[in-house]
């Protein structure tokens, strides 16, 4: 097999695609439920997709968290700072590139077996080795029986029921959307006193400046995300946190955040205010 050069998609996967677009046995990850909201939707499946990027993520970026210039006090700096390299940058734009290169290759093999859609994504990341972790996305794709059919593949997170909930409801989802965001700020004396064993029942206000700052970053990139889009609004399917201790230097602590916000975009094609469904979370952007 011949070296592949890292465009389109891998040989592995173009033969895949090539075996399911002649037709034949295919595979779904649809359950029961979702087969059937589907069908009712107007879809058939076409075949279970996959897309894969394993990257090598071994600089985050200049670790500055406004301490030095700010006279030992705390300062958050977020990865949308002015300066590229601030509040871990770097490492935010290889987690961008990684998932956005997974749904890309997802994407492109669903196009060649001539699917529409493809829905019920799921997103993972694995850590293999070191600073190298896999991205991964896999769905199942559908193709329209009408005559009328999307102009451009959708992507979603949700299942085959509330798709046909949305369609059936004059929504329509577009793109699978996600903002990530990581934070990082010093421990300056007065979070180090309030976070110390005999503070007792305190808030720890350094602490929660960095969770809103690092969260509503994050969702800042999201809404852009559905903006580029050209989405009217976004279903969140998820929305999570996670906080670390760094030490850089002798007496110096710093606490790091990352918030990773992922949703699906949607256009409407009918006049109504209406939300698309009282089951799901439906977050508009006007």
């Known amino acids: 097999m011949a070296d592949w050069d890292g465009r389109g998609l891998p040989p592995v996967a173009a033969e895949r695609a090539r075996r399911a677009a002649q ?8 359950t029961v439920p979702a087969a059937a909201g589907i069908d009712g939707a107007g879809f058939d499946p076409v075949g279970e997709v996959m897309g894969s990027m394993v990257q090598k993520i071994g600089w985050a970026g200049y670790r500055g968290c406004g301490v030095y210039g700010n006279f030992g006090g705390g300062m958050t700096v977020t990865s949308s700072d002015r300066s590229r390299y601030s ?21 492109q093999e669903a196009s060649t077996i001539g699917a529409d859609g493809i829905v019920g994504v799921n997103l993972t990341t694995t850590h293999i080795d070191g600073g190298t972790r896999e991205f991964t996305a896999l769905g199942t794709a559908v193709r329209a029986r009408s005559t009328s059919r999307p102009h451009r593949l959708f992507l979603t997170h949700l299942p085959g029921q509330d798709v046909a909930k949305l369609v059936q409801a004059g929504w329509m989802p577009t793109d699978l959307v996600f903002g990530i965001s990581v934070a990082i700020r010093h421990d300056d004396w007065r979070t180090r ?21 690092t ?14 889009s050209g989405a009217d609004g976004a279903i969140v399917s998820s929305m999570d946190l996670r906080a670390w201790e760094i030490e850089p230097g002798e007496n110096h602590r710093d606490h790091v955040a990352e918030a990773t916000i992922f949703g699906t975009s949607l256009v409407r094609f009918h006049t109504s205010t209406a939300a698309p469904t009282r089951s799901l979370t439906y977050l508009p952007l006007r």
């Open 87 to 107: 509040g871990f940058g770097p490492y935010v734009d290889a987690l961008n590139l990684g998932y956005r290169t997974a749904l890309g290759r997802m994407a």
């Open 193 to 213: 006193q309030q976070a110390s064993w005999g503070s007792g029942n305190v808030e720890v206000s350094g602490y929660t400046e960095l969770i809103t700052h």
């Open 23 to 30: 037709g034949g046995a295919w595979t779904s990850l649809l």
């Open 215 to 228: 969260r509503a970053d994050a969702r800042n990139r999201f809404g852009r995300h559905v903006r580029e």
